[in-house]
């Protein structure tokens, strides 16, 4: 037995000898009978928050108006909620009222079968009054009772249909599935906090390209991410990409992800967001700017998902320079250390690798980049720059957007070692940008 676990059930003990029911409830019950390590343990009883709170003085009632305690046991923090049954969701995510009630009434309210079965550790009594067991072994996601009721209550649970369905690989009864797609439209009735946390749950999992195909055959990706659903269609040199379409293209990258992180995923989602918007026929099928496009329905995006301003710069930064690849084997030996040396390269080459495995398959430039790398790691890298912007105030210059380029140039000499001191530094800014210097400053 794990620590987390022998935690969980001394909580649970120490309600059944004050002479309460108490089961572990929920995921951590499904998790158990699936044979997976549960994450976290949740406990229901018939014990009230107000009885639980006097049991457990260590304890939170973050949730007692809706008869969840959070209970401290040697530092780990377990959710323990009394047997309820919940009436009126006016808000489509919180019940308006609850009643405390037996076990056999409180699993009718939760969402899923798979997740409605109760677990008495201390006996081994596996409580299934809803067919969880069933639908585990049969794979499918479903709810308890009828599907459109469910979702009504919390129009998340649509969400998290589709979470379950991709993190445990099993399949959505029709019912729910049909439920789902008639009601897709009122996801937006809830936060896009929460919106944000399932939908970056499914990215970073292991399938998260099934998981935006489910999420689109079921009507909520039109209605959370209109930028995803527009790639459908659009058409790329097949030249270089074989693959097909935009949506065909970032479904494929989807699919080779391996454990990204949150802003590597929505990158990955959307990096060619700005190909529908500039879409011409020409020669060719081109996209002229799409970065630049691309970029700003990043920001769009990131911004509605309430992603915090690092997480949003990151992505935009993803976004806009993925096509920057295509130039490494021209660029100056300084810019290019520059660029394979910046604190975000390794998020910008794996969404480079997943660029070419989504589409034409040559990755000699990204075998070009790990090549670099490796020689540029042998060397000693420069301590700090030889010039900052007070040395360019200094020398007469006007503190200006023009800093960020006259900075650049000197960093690119100084790694290329052109350059090797403080002096050398003066002099090639002097030389490359003394005519910009005010009148009556230049030397």
Known sequence: MNELRRKAERVLKTLVDEGFEAYFSGGCVRDMVMNLEPQDYDIATNATPQEVARIFPRSHNVGAQFGVVVVVEEDERFEVATFRSDHGYADGRHPDSVVYTEAR???????????????????????????????????????????????????????????????????????????????APEILQVSWERIRDELLKILTGSQAARGMILLDETGLLESILPEITALKGVQQPPEFHPEGDVWNHV??????????????????????????????????????????????????????????????????????????????????????????????????????????????????????????????????????????????????????????????EAEDAQLEGTITSAEEARELVLKKFGHLLPRGKSS
């Open 251 to 408: 479904m494929k990258m989807l699919e080779n992800m391996h454990n990204p992180s949150s802003v590597l995923a929505l990158s990955v989602l959307l990096h060619d967001a700005g190909k529908p918007e500039t879409y011409s026929e020409e020669d060719r099928i081109r996209f002229d700017n799409h970065t630049k496009v691309g970029e700003r329905i990043a920001e769009e995006v990131c911004r509605r998902l309430r992603l915090s301003r690092q997480e949003t710069e990151t992505v935009k930064s993803l976004v806009a320079q993925h096509l920057r690849f295509m130039h490494v084997r021209d660029m100056r030996q300084g810019k290019l250390k520059r660029f394979l040396l910046g604190p975000l390269f390794n998020e910008h080459l794996e969404l480079h690798r997943l660029d070419c495995i989504g589409s034409h398959e040559d990755l000699s430039i990204y075998q070009f980049c790990l090549d670099k790398l490796k020689e540029y790691e042998r060397e000693v890298p420069p301590q700090k720059p030889l010039i900052n912007g007070d040395d360019l105030i200094a020398l007469g210059f006007t503190p200006s957007p023009l800093f960020k380029e006259i900075l650049a």
């Open 105 to 183: 009434e409180d699993v009718k309210r939760r969402d899923f079968t798979i997740n409605g079965m109760l677990y008495q550790p201390l006996t081994g009594e596996l409580l299934d009054l809803v067919g969880g067991r069933e639908d585990i072994d049969a794979r499918m996601v479903r709810t308890i009772g009828e599907p459109e009721k469910r979702f009504s209550e919390d129009k998340l649970r649509m969400m998290r249909a589709v979470r379950f369905a991709v993190q445990l690989d099993f399949s959505v009864d029709e019912a729910t599935f049909q439920a789902i797609g008639k009601l």
